[in-house]
């Protein structure tokens, strides 16, 4: 039977050893690193996701606020708002809340942060992380990588199928794994025989957004197994890409969903913004 991947485990340490790193640097630095969100109008899940993040980056220590602007808010209007935090020293992060208004270009909007403020790691996502000098990696894909690492076992060397290509995941993941020195091959929904694929895969990351589609017969024993997925299921319930009974029993390491790269991504999201105050300071 696999060991479980405890997300919100790791996520809790990491937050314990950031409080104490922050503790730190405001004492050397005289200021706390600083995160900035803004969110155009007035999305409830929007609301709820920017609120959640911000309180635990000040629970970590962090100066968090956030600005709301409204649904009429013009393009021209945002990229002011997002040059000014450019050039805010307090700002070592910003966090663009998605999806915007359909008025307003979304790549301009992006492309409008300072690659060293893209906490999120937008401008990361295409290129294999090189679309933009000095891009942080995007969240999620950082959450893959270290919960696999949670695992102690090396991925230099190892054989990793990245399962979906989009850009905000899958491609930048498999960019972080050959950083790791992985071996990787990008599948996907279309992949023909996607069970030989997987069948001599080390680690597989499963983001492709089809429930249940990686069944336990598809994996290598002993595999690691990462479920990026998010579904939810006719009665209700949310499960991942990975038939999670059936790959538990064969695989080495498995993510729940959810609980496994949820919390990591949030982590993930502090990280970076610890990592470009760092680089702001030095």
């Known amino acids: 039977m696999a060991q479980i991947i405890d997300g919100k485990a790791i996520a809790a340490a990491l937050y314990e050893k950031m409080r104490a790193e922050v503790d730190e640097l405001a004492l050397k630095y005289g200021r706390r690193p600083g995160l900035w969100a803004v969110i155009v109008g007035e999305d409830p899940a929007s609301q709820v996701y920017v609120n959640n993040n911000l309180n635990r980056a000040r629970k970590t220590g962090l100066v968090s606020e956030v600005i709301n602007l409204p649904e009429s808010t013009r393009q021209d209007e945002l990229l002011k708002v997002l040059g000014d935090l450019n050039e805010d020293e307090r ?51 950082r959450a893959c990588i270290e919960l696999i690492k949670s695992t102690g076992i090396p991925v230099e060397g190892k054989h990793a199928v990245v399962v979906g290509r989009g850009e905000l995941v899958g491609k930048p993941v498999a960019a972080l794994l050959l950083g790791e020195n992985a071996t990787v091959t990008i599948a996907h929904s279309r992949t023909q025989d996607l069970a030989g694929v997987l069948s001599g895969a080390d680690i597989v990351v499963a983001a492709v957004g089809r429930a249940g589609l990686i069944t336990g017969d598809m994996l290598k024993p002993g595999a690691i197994v990462i479920d990026v997925g998010i579904n939810r299921t006719e009665d209700g319930r949310i499960v991942g890409d990975v038939e999670f009974e059936s790959a538990a029993r064969r695989a080495g390491y498995i993510t729940p969903v959810p609980g496994g790269v949820g919390p990591m991504t949030i982590a993930m999201l502090i990280r970076n913004t610890l990592d470009c105050y760092l680089k702001h300071t030095a």
């Open 91 to 141: 700002v070592d992060g910003i966090l663009l809340q998605l999806p915007l208004p359909a008025h307003i270009d979304k790549d301009a909007a992006i492309s409008a942060i300072a690659p060293d403020k893209d906490i999120d790691g937008y401008a990361g996502m295409a290129g294999g992380l090189s679309a933009r000098r000095g891009a942080v990696a995007p969240c999620t894909s």
